[in-house]
């Protein structure tokens, strides 16, 4: 099974509507963290927001908000408000630790365009 | 802080040529981690470090490829004859260790490495 599933390839979104990106993951560890970058046509990785597989409230930087159903194994990103700068791909990343070591796997990301 | 830095931008060679990366990570940090980046794909996890110890290799990275942080401080990564296929972005992040949950990895701006 994919570590790491983001079934949107691509998504339009009007400038100042919110727009949801959706990202399902698997593990079978207890511990685990769960993050979402920008990557702008530029190549640069820009993280986001971060949520760790034991926080009770759902994070939120800004813009942005995570939505995370732990049973559901989901952590959408919501992005209110968007704006034409919005427009990039958004990958989302599991980090498990694993016997004392670090296992980072990125999905294959989806690519948003903010129309005006 | 002056963030992630990868040297060079861009690499242009000819197969079976060798190849050398290197990344500085952000100061404090003593994680630093090694990616590759095809077009259409996340990046994929090929190794990380914790100060000058490498902690973990994926499966991707072939006897031809090896990386090194001497001092714990910057790394540098080296691909041996070179084949069309490693073509690719290689990222490097860093981050800090001390609560590794919820420290997100630091992306610098990647090396482009075309193979002709």
């Known amino acids: 099974a994919q570590k790491i599933t983001q079934t949107q390839p691509g998504m339009f979104v009007q400038e100042k509507e919110a727009v949801t990106l959706d990202c399902t993951y698997d593990?079978?560890?207890?511990?685990?963290?769960l993050f979402w970058y920008k990557q702008p046509s530029s190549g640069e990785m820009i993280f986001l927001i971060y949520?760790?597989?034991?926080?009770?409230q759902n994070a939120t930087e800004g813009r942005y908000s995570l939505n995370f159903q732990k049973a559901r194994k989901s952590a959408n990103l919501v992005i209110s408000a968007s704006q034409l700068g919005d427009s990039a791909m958004y990958f989302c990343?599991?980090?498990?630790?694993?016997?004392?070591?670090?296992?980072?796997?990125f999905g294959i990301g989806t690519k948003l365009q903010v129309i005006p | 802080d002056t963030g992630v830095s990868q040297d060079p931008r861009h690499k242009i060679t000819k197969r079976g040529q060798n190849v050398t990366f290197r990344c500085d990570p952000i100061?404090?940090?003593?994680?630093l981690y090694w990616y590759r980046q095809t077009l259409g794909q996340g990046p994929e996890f090929l190794t990380y470090?914790?100060?000058?110890?490498?902690?973990?290799k994926s499966r991707l990275l072939s006897d031809r490829f090896s990386a090194e942080r001497p001092k714990g401080s910057f790394s540098t990564l080296e691909i041996q004859r070179t084949e069309q296929g490693d073509s690719a972005m290689y990222l490097c992040?860093?981050?800090?260790?001390?609560?590794?949950?919820?420290?997100?990895?630091?992306f610098g701006d990647g090396t482009r490495l075309s193979i002709l």
């Open positions: 992040a860093s981050s800090h260790v001390s609560d590794y949950s919820n420290q997100p990895q630091h």
């Open positions: 593990t079978s560890d207890q511990s685990y963290g």
């Open positions: 949520q760790g597989s034991y926080d009770e």
């Open positions: 990343a599991m980090r498990e630790q694993s016997g004392g070591y670090q296992k980072v796997t």
């Open positions: 100061s404090e940090h003593n994680r």
């Open positions: 470090f914790q100060n000058e110890a490498q902690l973990e």
